[in-house]
């Protein structure tokens, strides 16, 4: 199948070295790599220049508030923007442990809704396989870092990244099936949940659905902002959330300075090849390369795309939704007037963390300085990569309540020769961002910086990680387009 070009991209270097502005990040094959590369992010240049702190500005502020990502926020986002997807924490719900079963001790938990029952390291460990999957290092640090805050040991961390036969059925099911919707979401079918189900029940399918679709925005709020790792990021933090002593990890090499990622692989997966990270083998040498790459298919023709929404209209939802009045119920004040769509009834299935989802994602439409066309042509240009019917439906469904005509909305599939030079460069920064995080190139950023101004462009990846994530929980349960 012809494959997007322009999506394809890569170097084959191991780590952040002098990368030039238009060239993504490599791909670390190995674990040793995969550290080095987590030590060498800290070093990162943000990708958007703010001004200056005076020292009594700084002190004024505190260490964190002073620092790039919380000033980035302040300065050009609203206060309702921003990701806020953490994937779903829930209290006193029963744990499930990293083995797939029942915790006879519940393990860490950090939940607060009282639907959800999957288990904090669980969770952790598919935000890890999520992290990989995207090459995002800022999140890969601090969920290694989380894992052996949980106990965790460094085997256990390594044997993440290979063929997962260390771990059972259910683990198996759950990590394939997070790598799938991160990577691969216009492929994801009923098996997948069907494959889920001889596991786990349907809540928690849907509450695992909904953690990597956050685990996917916030790698790409991370990763599209350029935020350097943590400083005080690796020797992998020891304290737990509830300040226990968790079992002794390995003793960080001698040589390696404080605070660092550069920490002892177990010699058995010193040259483990990566089976999480998407990777090619190159065709001269046989040898895995490190090229970064993302690949969908071209883009189908008007037609195909009006027989997926018909199919989309009349399917059957993979997983349960709340009936209307008991939506209504537990949505009080926050739902919207009229019928309630199909993706609000799935989220109120969880009071807390559901019921939050939907505000975020209604603040997201409302609030801020990009405008409702700017919005939903975005929308449909990350819907129609995803092949997330679902949204794109609603998101031509708004073209058109803009005035805009089927021609106008067929344009945005490419190659956008007739938009504005602003248009093009933002649409670029959505397109690649949503499809694979780390093919967005500092470049990319710039050229939008130079055409729209950095205000439109944080909102603008502020708003793409909202609809990533979104595309990724309405296709994978399968959602009925409303007529």
């Not at 952790?124 to 949980?150: D, I, P």
């Amino acid at each position: 199948m012809r494959k997007n070009a322009a999506l394809a991209m890569g170097l084959l270097l191991a780590s952040v070295g002098p990368l030039r502005a238009d060239e993504p990040r490599p791909v670390p094959l190995t674990r040793p790599e995969m550290k080095q590369l987590l030590e060498d992010m800290k070093l990162r240049h943000p990708r958007f220049q703010l001004p200056e702190l005076s020292a009594e500005e700084k002190a004024k502020l505190g260490e964190r508030e002073s620092g790039y990502e919380s000033r980035l926020r302040k300065l050009y986002l609203h206060p309702s923007e921003g990701v806020r997807f953490g994937g779903g924490n829930a209290q006193a719900a029963p744990a499930v442990d990293l083995k797939g079963g029942t915790a006879a001790e519940p393990g860490i938990r950090r939940n607060t809704d009282p639907n959800m029952s999957l288990d904090y390291p669980f969770k952790t460990q598919m935000f890890w396989v999520v992290s990989r999957t995207n090459n995002c290092q800022y999140c890969l640090g601090h969920q290694e870092s989380k894992l052996l805050g949980a106990g965790l040991k460094e085997e256990e961390i390594a044997a993440l990244d290979g063929d997962w036969l260390e771990f059972n059925p259910a683990q198996r099911a759950a990590f394939a099936f997070a790598r799938k919707l991160t990577y691969e979401p216009h492929r994801l079918n009923d098996a997948d949940i069907d494959e889920l189900r001889k596991s786990y029940k349907d809540l928690q399918i849907l509450e695992m659905i909904l953690s990597i679709a956050g685990n996917n925005a916030i790698n790409r709020w991370k990763e599209g902002a350029g935020i350097p790792q943590s400083k005080d990021g690796g020797n992998f933090r020891r304290r737990t959330e509830n300040g226990a002593t968790p079992a002794p990890a390995l003793a960080p090499d001698a040589t390696a300075p404080a605070q660092s990622y550069l920490t002892p692989t177990p010699e058995k997966f010193r040259t483990t090849i990566t089976k999480v990270a998407p990777i090619q083998v190159d065709r001269i040498s046989g040898e895995p390369s490190r090229q970064t790459i993302c690949e969908r298919p071209a883009l189908e023709s008007r037609e195909e795309v009006e027989r997926a929404l018909e199919l989309c209209r009349n399917r059957k939802p993979r997983l349960p939704l709340l009936d209307e009045a008991k939506a209504r119920e537990v949505l009080s004040e926050n739902g919207p007037s009229g019928p309630l769509p199909q993706w609000i009834r799935l989220l109120a299935n969880f009071p807390r963390d559901g019921v939050s989802r939907v505000i975020s994602l209604q603040s997201a439409e409302e609030k801020g300085d990009l405008t409702p066309l700017l919005k939903a042509q975005v929308s449909w240009i990350i819907a129609r990569q995803d092949r997330a019917w679902y949204a794109v439906g609603h998101a031509k469904k708004r073209l058109e309540q803009l005035g805009q005509s089927q021609e106008q909305i067929d344009k945005l599939d490419g190659p956008w020769s007739e938009f504005t030079m602003s248009e093009r460069a933002l649409f670029t920064v959505a397109r690649k961002l949503a499809a694979s995080p780390v093919v967005l190139t500092d470049e990319d950023v710039a050229n939008a910086v130079k055409f729209a101004g950095p205000r439109d462009v944080v909102q603008l990846i502020s708003y793409t990680t909202n609809r990533a994530s979104f595309d990724r929980i309405t296709e994978a349960a399968g959602l009925q387009l409303e007529r």
